[in-house]
C-alpha cells in the first residue's frame, strides 16, 4: 500500500532563512505525481509545488524548491528567504494513477507545522 | 470566478440524524473528491468521482455516500453520523486526463461536529 510519511509535526524558521522540510513515501508504481500543498489558518487548500515522477529536474516556483529523490522515494520541500505569510501547514502529498482503470487516488501525509519567527 | 463551494460551512449535529454536505464546482472538471482532516492524521481521501455515475471509495469509505448524478455536483451523505465522523471535510476537483498533473482545486472545508 502507498504511504506517505512527514517526520517533522512542526518546524520553526527566522525570517528570511532557509527551510526544508522533508517526506517520504512508499510505492511500487513508476508513474505518479508528488505535491506539496499549503494551509495556512484560513484553513484553505494551496498548492505550492509540484513534481512528475518521470522528470529527473525538480521542479521550483519561485522561493519554494523540491529536492526529488526517486530511488530514496524521498521529496523534500525548501523555502528560501523566509516570509511571515509562510507560516502555516504544510501537507505532503502522492497521486497515482492507473487511466485505463479508472484509479486516481491521493494520499497526503500528516502534515508539518512552519512557524516563521520576525 | 472559478471555484469549489461546500455547504454547509460549520454543521453541529446528533448521532444518527442524517445529513448531507453540498459539493458543487463551476469549472467543468471531471473529477471530484471528499477528504476528511483530522489532527495528526493529514488528510484522507474519502471517495472520488471520475466523472457522471462514477465513484470509488478511497482510504476512508465507512459511514460515508455519495453520488455523481451531475458533473457539478457531488454531495457526501452521511446517513447515520456518530461522534467519529467529527471532522473538517474538504472536496476538491480538478480536471482528469491520462497525461496530466492536473492540479485539484479546493473548497473551503466543512467544519461537522457530531454529538
Known amino acids: 500500500a502507498q504511504t506517505v510519511t512527514q517526520s517533522q509535526p512542526e518546524m520553526s524558521v527566522q525570517e528570511a532563512e532557509t527551510v526544508t522540510l522533508s517526506c517520504t513515501y512508499d510505492?511500487?508504481?513508476?508513474?505518479?505525481?508528488l505535491f506539496w500543498y499549503k494551509q495556512p489558518p484560513s484553513r484553505q487548500m494551496i498548492l505550492v509545488i509540484r513534481?512528475?515522477?518521470?522528470?529527473?529536474q525538480n521542479a521550483t516556483e519561485n522561493r519554494f524548491s523540491v529536492n526529488f529523490q526517486k530511488a530514496a522515494k524521498s521529496f523534500s520541500l525548501k523555502i528560501s528567504d523566509s516570509q511571515l505569510g509562510d507560516a502555516a501547514m504544510y501537507f505532503c502529498?502522492?497521486?497515482?494513477?492507473?487511466?485505463?482503470?479508472?484509479?486516481?487516488?491521493?494520499?497526503f501525509g500528516t502534515g508539518t507545522r512552519l512557524k516563521v519567527l520576525a | 470566478e472559478a471555484q469549489v463551494t461546500q455547504n454547509p460551512r460549520y454543521l453541529i449535529t446528533v448521532t444518527g440524524k442524517k445529513l448531507t454536505v453540498t459539493c458543487s464546482q463551476n469549472?467543468?472538471?471531471?473529477?471530484m473528491s471528499w477528504y476528511r482532516q483530522d489532527p495528526g492524521l493529514g488528510l484522507r481521501q474519502i471517495y472520488y468521482?471520475?466523472?457522471?455515475?462514477?465513484?470509488d471509495k478511497g482510504d476512508v469509505p465507512e459511514g460515508y455516500k455519495v453520488s455523481r448524478k451531475e458533473k457539478r455536483n457531488f454531495p457526501l451523505i452521511l446517513e447515520s453520523p456518530s461522534p467519529n465522523q467529527t471532522s473538517l471535510y474538504f472536496c476538491?476537483?480538478?480536471?482528469?486526463?491520462?497525461?496530466?498533473?492536473?492540479?485539484?482545486?479546493f473548497g473551503p472545508g466543512t467544519r461537522l461536529t457530531v454529538l
Open positions: 476538491a476537483s480538478s480536471l482528469y486526463s491520462g497525461t496530466g498533473h492536473n492540479e485539484q482545486f
Open positions: 510505492t511500487s508504481e513508476s508513474d505518479y505525481y
Open positions: 513534481q512528475e515522477a518521470y522528470k529527473q
Open positions: 502529498a502522492y497521486r497515482f494513477d492507473r487511466y485505463t482503470s479508472g484509479t486516481y487516488k491521493y494520499i
Open positions: 469549472m467543468n472538471h471531471e473529477y
Open positions: 468521482s471520475m466523472n457522471v455515475e462514477v465513484t
